[in-house]
């Protein structure tokens, strides 16, 4: 039943559900656009907040790279560079992250 309601429900999407490739990009989409948001208003918990969202992000895709660069910006508007300790770490996972890659 599971898998009619598969078909009938998302029609000749259904494929899209059997490969977790489709779904690489949601979660840093969904992690970065949360980040970006938190970034707003700026307070200590809502920078916090980035930064965790950001880090977690960071090891699930390319489209992470995107929004590390756009909360850089968002801080760099701010003209506060003492706050951009909140995308330095992702973005120092991100280009640490191939290397890890190939020695596994």
Do not use: Q, Y
């Not at 009619?4 to 490739?21: K, N, Q, S």
Request: proline share 8%.
């Amino acid at each position: 039943m599971a898998a009619t309601a598969e078909v009938l429900c998302f029609g000749p999407a259904w494929e899209v559900t059997l490969f977790l490739a489709a779904f690489s990009h949601l979660g840093p989409l969904r992690l970065g656009v949360a980040a970006l948001l938190a970034l707003e208003v700026d307070t200590p918990k809502r920078n916090a907040a980035a930064h965790i969202l950001l880090v977690c992000a960071t090891p699930l895709g390319n489209p992470a790279i995107a929004f590390v660069i756009g909360a850089t910006i968002a801080i760099a508007l701010r003209r506060r560079p003492a706050e951009l300790w909140i995308t330095a770490i992702p973005a120092a996972l991100m280009i640490s992250e191939p290397a890890g890659r190939a020695k596994g």
